[in-house]
């Protein structure tokens, strides 16, 4: 049953899944903005009290396979689940392990947790995107499509902006667990809010026929999936570690597989399926590295702004924000703390946990001491969770005026073609690293924090970049895909999301081995700005696939 659409503006199914997103991404962005947080933290404290490198390959790994899932949960949704009943199964379970990562519990139940959220996650991300895409696809609406993905994108980020506030309440006035449980009830309102809307997204919820070519689910599961599982095996037995630990070496083996049947998949295509599915390819491997340097927020940035950061505030500001809980407290009575060498490292038990000792805040272990509270006096810090908040802030703020230039560049026939965008965004993302290069080196970051600033900067100049990829990519996968492997390639993309945050947790396993922190960002911005560069010189021949896809119907 096809929806009526207005003349003018966006249909109401937009705004549907614009608060759906938004609800659920609130969810996902507050559990990921504490998770590093809360590993690290001490027991004492109500954390895990793990050293630095476990804590990032556990939220690594977590990264890596809350994007890698969408790969089975786009293909179900394809062939057997239609998208609706596939983001009621995945915001289902999602909520399910937040509200139980709330409940105080061993560490065998943490992965339990962690698992009903990644599986639920594979169910629910790619197939509302795709829903959106589907929305679109009216021939009076695909000239709408690249701003509607931008107004949904900005959903995304209105709740990845307000859910670190929240976060930051809860821990401070009460417990890890309440922040936790938080994100549970973010998922349930955006079930409901979903359930609402439905007579307006139905008519695209449409599950496309299975071709000949297509490979069916029982060979996919003999040729992909036990295949995956007995490479991971591999990985995780072989002596010692290739990458940091066990669990990288198995995640990146069990993709060997994943990659093979993305191939498999392309070379069953034929003709211009084949060129788009390419196309797709290219940027694909592209946005890899770009994802690297995003999924940083959760990872060596979040560990950038807990330590080497002021974090003091301004008494203004202070004033402000003390009223809503929002502010940390640390000062110099002993407690227990941390052992740290002079270059932060933790001294860690074999399975991870950090030795700790009575002692003062490891907060001032490179503040210098005439910025010290006198004895019996609080200092007030900005929590660590809400520097998270920075990059939504940015998308808020910067989403329109990237916009408006696309627009103005549209009307004079100078906008930058999609791939074009993808390379000045990987090059703009290699900067945002720069920046963090400069922070390193403007002082001694083991006496002396650095000011806030110098994140607030790079988040901004990332912020740009990921305005010219992000939206642009879930858009270019629903135009350029082959009707029938939509979702499908949906997943693809949110694969190279789970590689790049992979890269980023194994960086992050490493984090306690770089003496120097401007090589640990380095090595992204040249990683980043080389292959932006690289990519310009394909970009004419990448762009006419792109226009001929958009403009054929199958």
């Known amino acids: 049953m096809s929806q009526p659409i207005p003349k003018k503006g966006h249909p109401r199914g937009l705004y549907i899944l614009f608060f759906t997103e938004m609800w659920e991404r609130f969810g996902y962005y507050l559990m990921v903005g504490i998770l590093l947080l809360f590993l690290r933290d001490t027991v004492s404290h109500g954390g895990r009290g793990m050293d630095t490198g476990h804590a990032g390959d556990i939220v690594g790994t977590y990264i890596a396979l809350v994007y890698l899932t969408p790969f089975i949960g786009g293909l179900l949704a394809d062939r057997y689940l239609g998208y609706r009943r596939s983001i009621y199964l995945g915001g289902s379970l999602m909520a399910a392990g937040y509200y139980m990562l709330a409940i105080p519990h061993s560490g065998s139940l943490l992965f339990v947790a962690l698992g009903l959220v990644i599986i639920g996650n594979g169910f629910f991300k790619p197939n509302i995107s795709t829903l959106l895409g589907n929305i679109y ?42 922040a936790f449980a938080a994100a549970g009830t973010g998922m349930v309102l955006s079930l409901i809010w979903f359930t609402t809307g439905q007579k307006y997204v139905r008519h695209a919820d449409v599950i496309k026929p299975v071709h000949k070519e297509d490979m069916p689910i029982s060979k996919i599961v003999f040729y992909v999936f036990v295949p995956a599982i007995i490479a991971a095996i591999i990985g995780w037995m072989i002596p010692g570690n290739i990458t940091g630990s066990d669990s990288n070496d198995a995640f990146l083996f069990a993709c060997v597989p994943v990659v093979i049947f993305y191939f498999t998949v392309w070379y069953r295509c034929h003709g211009f399926d084949r060129k788009r599915i390419s196309t797709l390819f290219i940027l694909f491997g592209v946005a890899i590295i770009f994802w690297n340097i995003y999924s940083q927020n959760a990872t060596s940035l979040t560990i950038w702004a807990d330590t080497y950061t002021h974090r003091e505030t301004p008494p203004a500001v202070e004033r402000f924000l003390k009223p809503f809980g929002f502010l940390q407290t640390v000062n110099t009575e002993p407690k227990d703390v941390p052992i740290l060498d002079r270059q932060f490292r933790a001294k860690a038990r074999p399975d991870g946990t950090v030795l700790t000792h009575m002692g003062t805040d490891p907060y001032f272990q490179n503040l210098p001491k005439d910025r010290w509270p006198p004895e019996g006096r609080d200092l007030k810090l ?88 992000s939206p642009v990519g879930l858009s270019l996968v629903s135009k350029v895909a082959p009707r029938r492997f939509t979702a499908l390639m949906m997943g693809g993309w949110f694969i190279t999301t789970s590689l790049g945050g992979k890269i980023a947790g194994i960086m992050t396993g490493f984090w306690d081995k770089f003496d120097s922190k401007a090589l640990f960002f380095g090595i992204s911005a040249v990683a980043a700005i080389v292959a932006g560069f690289l990519l310009f010189p394909l970009t004419k021949k990448l762009n006419e696939v792109v226009v001929k896809a958009t403009e054929t119907e199958e």
């Open 137 to 178: 696809n009216r021939e009076d609406l695909k000239p709408k499509k690249d701003v509607a993905y931008n107004i949904f994108y900005m959903g995304i980020n209105i709740g990845a902006f307000i859910c670190n506030f929240v976060a930051a309440y809860l821990r401070n006035n009460y417990t890890w667990g309440y």
């Open 382 to 469: 900005i929590s660590t969770e809400i520097y998270q908040s920075i990059n939504p802030f940015w998308i808020i703020v910067l989403t329109p005026v990237i916009v408006g230039l696309f627009g103005y560049l549209r009307a004079r026939g100078k906008e930058p073609s999609t791939p074009s965008k993808f390379a000045w965004g990987t090059i703009i993302a290699g900067l945002s690293s720069i920046i963090m290069v400069a922070a390193a080196l403007s002082t001694n970051i083991y006496e002396n924090k650095v000011s806030s600033a110098w994140i607030f900067a790079s988040y901004g100049v990332f912020t740009i970049s990921e305005l010219f990829v």
